[in-house]
């Protein structure tokens, strides 16, 4: 077959050449057709700039000029004025900043820029207070209006150069970019095709005619990848049977027996969409989203507890070894009058522990396992697995199934259960081929965590007073710490004078952004005469499990830790928890972490301790004080900081997207998502007319998504 021109190597293009061809190299552009979705970064709009003799009093403006003038004059208050005058054809206007001397450095004699904001008439000169500023190649300042677009570049490689490169690529080839979708369905959408979208973003006459490009762009980005999760679905749908799990009145009320309480409308509502899943014959593929302390290991419970007594195996799996223990230990509390046979399986057995429970595991013995990933490692055989129940902690990306081997055909039922919510963009991406149960109630009860900025100073000595007293009547404390240990050559979290102030002062160790630094401060420090513990995730298994059983006992009244304590541990008489250095986590984070206390019939109450008092810390951290439902913090975190770093991860990278951005696109993300949905669900996917785009999400999608056959 022969190649298609738009996997050419770019070194063969017009213009490009061997050397240019290694520059764009290094942003990842190789091919043609990497080059033609390679999407402008932003846009500079020239159609819109007003000449300097046009210019009105106080309407918003943009001008173009070059630099002619620098100065930074001192005020009389102390501060400085930066002024920068810009020429056009004999006209002159000025920008000028208040107290922002570095923005003197920023400019050079003959910049081209634009200005863009508001001008005022002074001294018979206009001047813009402050201005946007956007900086012109020289060629683009020659050019005479227009949209011209900005891409990223590399050192050696200039603005103009790349933009001339990707005009001619793109009148070149653009033409040939195939279009995966029929008109039949473009058409009533108004959607250009895919190779039109190519030039309009890459050579818009105006700035709409760009978004239309992008949108069309995006929109096949999102549909592609909604219906490579929607045929995930068909692919589970359609395999063998699955164990039919019954639901009797009898085993119903056998269940709930096991619990001091009653269910919450959210954990009975749950639980009837699961039992209508067990009972159909076909996998259960199901996401429990609720917020923390919700209940979910309740609802966990119920439905392993159904698999039991229909004779199947259920499995209970957690992220961590300090999870699967708890949630042994939860078991244990429930069923300690009953008969049924549970094993836990972790990656810290003793081999021969290890031999028993697969043992157990294999012939069947096991009804119930608890573990974490040790439980899908080649060496685990199940004898009759009906469910599994995942809890989650999410990394960003498309999750991968676990695979879990069976002796039997059928395919195993699967819960999973997010360790916080997430935002529903979110969800709709990770897990959007899973049916989602959501579960907004909390246990009756339950007050919310009052949460608190205490900066430095005496409103700290207040807090450490506060919580003195609250140990002294019983209660115990999270101390949470961004880190471990002070590594070296990193700057102290806050300067060197008010961690001079730390010692033996109820301001105590404020300098402490180091969980170890905090602990040893507080041990001979505030908390001298109380019992305290510090937990790492450094620190050996068995030691962080016996920290764990004192804490949960009361043998120790507060614990310092890192993020360790973040999902899902469960002590109810810890009501009270303390965050240095806040700023530096997530809001969902935070959130989680605050989710430990205010568990038990204690109020909750939450202390953040940031260690620089910004406006942006402040304003990301009120999020926190006005909101206490979950779903909302997260959808505040998105918007605040967008979908890598609410995961707690900085790397955008691992959604495999090439041009949407769930933040800017979230709409879209649910339009396509049922435009997905009904091509898989009519069928119409799989005729003839559709062939492009299936074959495209399969060569995208098939061995990420395990969807190789295509359903
Ligand atoms: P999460 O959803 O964060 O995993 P858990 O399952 O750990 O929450 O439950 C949090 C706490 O709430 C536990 O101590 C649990 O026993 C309690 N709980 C769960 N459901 C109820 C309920 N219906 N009524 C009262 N307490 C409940
Ligand atoms: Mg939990």
């Not at 009975?268 to 996401?287: K, N, P, Q, T, V």
């Not at 989203?289 to 799996?317: C, R, S």
């Not at 009519?682 to 399969?698: C, F, H, I, M, N």
Request: charged content about 25%; glycine content about 10%; overall charge neutral.
């Amino acid at each position: 077959m022969e190649e298609s021109p738009l996997d050419r190597n770019i070194q063969y293009i017009k213009g490009v050449g061997p050397q240019r061809a290694a520059l764009l190299g290094r942003l990842g552009l190789n091919t043609v057709s990497d080059l033609l979705f390679n999407l402008p970064r932003d846009l500079l709009d020239l159609t819109r700039v007003t000449p300097m003799a046009a210019i009105a009093e106080g309407e918003t403006c943009q001008v173009r000029g070059r630099v002619v003038d620098l100065d930074a004059r001192p005020t009389r208050k102390g501060g400085t004025i930066t002024g920068v005058a810009i020429e056009d054809q004999g006209q002159y206007v000025r920008g000028i900043w208040f107290n922002q001397p570095w923005m003197l450095s920023r400019f050079k004699f003959n910049d081209c820029v634009l200005f863009s904001g508001k001008p005022k008439r002074r001294a018979g000169r206009w001047e813009f207070g402050s201005p946007h500023v956007q900086w012109l190649d020289p060629d683009d300042g020659g050019s005479q209006g227009g949209v011209l677009t900005r891409y990223h570049l590399t050192e050696g490689l200039k603005m103009h150069e790349l933009r001339r490169i990707m005009r001619s690529v793109v009148e070149e080839y653009g033409h040939l970019v195939p279009d995966p979708l029929p008109e039949s369905f473009r058409f009533p959408l108004g959607l250009p095709t895919l190779a039109e979208a190519v030039r309009l973003v890459h050579l818009p006459a105006t700035v709409e005619q760009f978004h239309q490009g992008l949108n069309r762009i995006v929109h096949e980005d999102l549909l592609e990848f909604q219906v490579g999760l929607s045929l995930r679905r068909r692919v589970w749908q359609r395999t063998a049977s699955a164990p039919v799990i019954p639901l009797t009145g009898k085993v119903d009320a056998r269940i709930r027996r096991l619990f001091p309480f009653g269910f919450t409308t959210g954990q009975d509502r749950a639980i009837a969409e699961i039992c209508h899943d067990l009972a159909a014959g076909r996998a259960m593929h199901r996401l429990l989203q609720a917020d923390v302390g919700a209940g979910k290991t309740v609802v966990a419970i119920y439905a392993l507890l159904l698999a039991v007594a229909a004779g199947y195996q259920g499995v209970l799996m957690a992220p961590t070894e300090v999870l699967a223990r708890q949630h042994w230990q939860t078991f244990e509390q429930c069923l300690q009058h009953s008969r049924v046979e549970r094993v836990l399986l972790t990656g810290t057995l003793t081999t021969v522990e290890r031999r028993a429970a697969h043992e157990k595991i294999r012939s069947g013995q096991a009804q119930l396992i608890v573990g974490t990933q040790a439980l899908i490692q080649k060496d685990v055989g199940f004898a009759r697995l009906g469910l599994v129940v995942i809890d989650e902690q999410h990394r960003f990306g498309v999750r991968q199934r676990s695979h879990f081997a069976t002796d039997t055909s059928a395919t195993p039922h699967t819960l999973v259960m997010t360790a916080t919510p997430i935002p529903r963009s979110l969800a709709l991406t990770q897990f959007g081929d899973l049916d989602i149960s959501p579960m907004r109630e909390l246990p009756p009860g339950r007050q919310p965590v009052s949460t608190h900025i205490v900066p430095a100073g005496p409103q700290r000595t207040k807090a450490w007073e506060f919580l003195l007293r609250k140990l002294a009547s019983g209660r115990q404390a999270y101390l949470v710490c961004p880190r471990i240990d002070a590594r070296e050559g990193e700057p102290p979290a806050i300067p060197q004078d008010a961690a001079a102030q730390s010692g033996n002062s109820p301001d105590g160790p404020l300098n402490g952004s180091s969980a170890e630094q905090v602990f040893h401060e507080l041990r001979v420090g505030i908390l001298k005469n109380h019992r305290i513990g510090l937990l790492h995730g450094q620190l050996g298994v068995e030691h962080k499990q016996d920290i764990m059983r004192m804490f949960r006992a009361g043998e120790l009244q507060a614990l310092v830790s890192t993020t360790v304590i973040e999902v899902g541990v469960d002590v109810p008489n810890a009501s009270l928890l303390v965050v240095f250095d806040a700023e530096r986590f997530g809001l969902a984070q935070l959130h989680q972490l605050r989710g430990r206390v205010g568990r038990g019939a204690h109020q909750g109450y939450c202390f953040l301790f940031p260690s620089v008092d910004t406006p942006e810390a402040r304003t990301r951290l009120e999020v926190l004080v006005r909101h206490t439902d979950g779903f909302e913090v997260a959808e505040a975190d998105f918007r605040l900081r967008g979908p890598g770093d609410v995961l707690g991860t900085r790397q955008h990278g691992d959604l495999p997207l090439q041009s949407a951005d769930l933040l800017r696109d979230a709409p879209l993300l649910e339009t396509t998502r049922e435009q997905a949905q009904e091509l898989v669900r009519s069928g119409r996917l799989d005729t003839p007319e559709y062939a492009p785009l299936k074959q495209r999400v399969l060569a995208r999608f098939g061995e990420l998504m395990e969807i190789s056959g295509g359903g």
